[in-house]
């Protein structure tokens, strides 16, 4: 929690821990390095820690575990798939999407959040950039959920289901690839298999690694998001009034949510070789854990950090990453939360709360958010 990442911070700001095995990273500072210094900070868990079955964990054989010059190549490859441009040709469609679901609930006065926009919005765009049926976007969601509930802390039940929901995503997009391959449509599957560097084209495992990555990466992170949006606008209601009144101070609010309340709280890395953070030394192959919500808390990087300011300028904050592997999915997950933002401050008039009831943290070691968000107005 926030209370352990300020006392961290400034008494153990690198510790290590025994039980995890491993390294916790507190500081603005320190985070930032070791996010930036990629060729001392690895991603490629494989080369430190014994190889998984891709099967049962399709993201390992994805960018997000790769060093250059591997990364730098697949990188490319799915930038040419996954533009800017693409992201902005799907606006109307975001629009239409968050249109929808709210139809639902203006007239009843009242919303659970999660359930009703924040979740069914970022699985219904990412499944029609993969070109998933709707009929199987339940499928989907309940596969992506039960894969990060099987985290390594799960129990082995949930571990075993989350390994199944894996194989069943990995079969999926095998046979959506040979679809694809006989016959291409005009979109994001046919294009990732027609992209193109140096006369390469991705591997299968590659491209399936990369669509599961993207339903995994895309969803729960953006629903909390937004979620956590609505939880600091439910703590500082003048800022709902101060939006509405100025639109122009949406995109801002929400980079502000997102170092507030960080989505991803814990990144992963291997040093290659023995280094040293904030004094402590550290050797090569022992696993790092930056924490995110930590960096963006800390008072040496952003004044008044525990405050929610909506204006706050500069506002560098790390809850999309740095570096090479900086979110390539931030266009989007900005575009989704900003339309999302705005149609509920065009269509939710009054005063927004959420009911005094506890609320129910996700219980899981790499997002932070809420499960359930019942929020009202008028
Ligand atoms: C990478 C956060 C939404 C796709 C990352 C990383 C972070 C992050 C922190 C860096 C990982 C690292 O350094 O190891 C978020 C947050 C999101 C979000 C907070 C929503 C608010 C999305 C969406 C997509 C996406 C919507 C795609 C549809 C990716 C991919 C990578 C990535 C493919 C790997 C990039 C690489 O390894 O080069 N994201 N993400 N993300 N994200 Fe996101």
């Given at each position: 929690?926030?209370?352990?990442?300020r006392?961290?911070?400034?008494?153990q700001p690198?510790?290590?821990?025994?039980?995890?095995?491993?390294?916790?990273?507190?500081?603005?500072?320190?985070?930032?390095?070791?996010?930036?210094?990629?060729?001392?900070?690895s991603?490629?868990?494989?080369?430190?820690?014994?190889?998984?079955?891709?099967?049962?964990?399709?993201?390992?054989?994805?960018?997000?575990?790769?060093?250059?010059?591997?990364?730098?190549?697949?990188?490319?490859?799915?930038?040419?798939?996954?533009?800017?441009?693409?992201?902005?040709?799907?606006?109307?469609?975001?629009?239409?999407?968050?249109?929808d679901?709210?139809d639902?609930?203006v007239?009843k006065?009242e919303?659970?959040?999660?359930?009703?926009?924040?979740?069914?919005?970022?699985?219904?765009?990412i499944?029609?950039?993969?070109?998933?049926?709707?009929?199987?976007?339940?499928e989907?969601?309940q596969?992506?959920?039960?894969f990060l509930?099987?985290?390594?802390?799960a129990?082995?039940?949930?571990?075993?289901?989350?390994?199944?929901a894996?194989?069943s995503?990995?079969?999926?997009?095998?046979?959506?690839?040979?679809?694809?391959?006989?016959?291409?449509?005009?979109d994001?599957v046919?294009?990732l298999?027609q992209?193109e560097?140096?006369?390469?084209?991705?591997?299968?495992?590659?491209?399936v690694?990369?669509?599961?990555?993207?339903?995994?990466?895309?969803n729960?992170?953006?629903?909390?998001?937004?979620?956590?949006?609505?939880?600091c606008?439910?703590?500082h209601?003048?800022?709902?009034?101060?939006?509405?009144?100025?639109?122009?101070?949406?995109?801002?609010a929400?980079?502000?949510?997102?170092?507030?309340?960080?989505?991803?709280?814990i990144?992963?890395r291997?040093?290659?070789?023995?280094?040293?953070?904030s004094?402590?030394?550290?050797?090569a192959g022992?696993?790092?854990?930056?924490?995110?919500?930590?960096?963006?808390?800390?008072e040496?990087?952003?004044?008044?950090?525990?405050?929610?300011?909506?204006?706050?300028?500069?506002?560098?904050?790390?809850?999309?990453?740095?570096?090479?592997?900086?979110?390539l999915?931030?266009?989007?997950?900005?575009?989704?939360?900003k339309?999302?933002?705005?149609?509920?401050?065009?269509?939710?008039?009054?005063?927004?709360?959420?009911?005094?009831?506890?609320l129910?943290?996700?219980?899981?070691?790499?997002?932070?958010?809420?499960?359930?968000?019942?929020?009202?107005?008028?």
């Open positions: 929690s926030y209370d352990w990442y006392q961290m911070r400034e008494s690198v510790y290590f821990d025994p039980q995890m095995q491993g390294w916790h990273i507190f500081r603005y500072e320190d985070v930032a390095r070791v996010l930036t210094e990629h060729a001392t900070f991603s490629d868990r494989n080369r430190f820690t014994p190889a998984g079955d891709p099967n049962s964990n399709p993201i390992i054989s994805s960018m997000l575990f790769m060093d250059p010059p591997r990364h730098h190549q697949l990188r490319q490859l799915v930038s040419q798939a996954f533009t800017p441009r693409m992201v902005a040709r799907m606006e109307a469609r975001i629009q239409e999407i968050t249109n679901l709210l639902k609930v007239a006065g919303m659970e959040v999660i359930r009703d926009l924040a979740g069914p919005l970022p699985v219904t765009v499944a029609e950039l993969l070109g998933i049926p709707t009929e199987r976007r339940e989907f969601k596969w992506c959920d039960d509930s099987g985290d390594g802390n129990t082995p039940e949930a571990q075993q289901v989350g390994m199944q894996a194989g995503m990995v079969s999926y997009f095998n046979k959506l690839l040979e679809q694809r391959r006989a016959q291409p449509h005009d994001l046919s294009a298999l992209a560097v140096d006369g390469e084209h991705l591997s299968s495992e590659e491209l690694g990369f669509c599961v990555l993207l339903l995994l990466a895309g729960e992170t953006t629903t909390n998001l937004l979620g956590n949006t609505i939880l606008l439910d703590e209601p003048e800022a709902v009034e101060q939006l509405r009144a100025r639109r122009e101070l949406v995109p801002g929400l980079e502000e949510a997102l170092r507030y309340y960080s989505p991803v709280k990144m992963l291997w040093p290659v070789s023995e280094t040293t953070l004094d402590q030394r550290i050797e022992q696993t790092l854990l930056a924490w995110l919500p930590s960096a963006n808390r800390d040496a990087q952003f004044p008044n950090a525990d405050q929610f300011i909506i204006e706050r300028e500069p506002n560098r904050h790390l809850g999309f990453g740095r570096g090479i592997h900086f979110c999915g931030a266009p989007l997950a900005r575009l989704e939360a339309i999302a933002l705005n149609t509920m401050l065009d269509r939710l008039p009054g005063s927004w709360r959420v009911p005094d009831v506890p129910s943290p996700i219980n899981n070691l790499s997002v932070f958010g809420i499960a359930k968000l019942p929020l009202t107005w008028q």
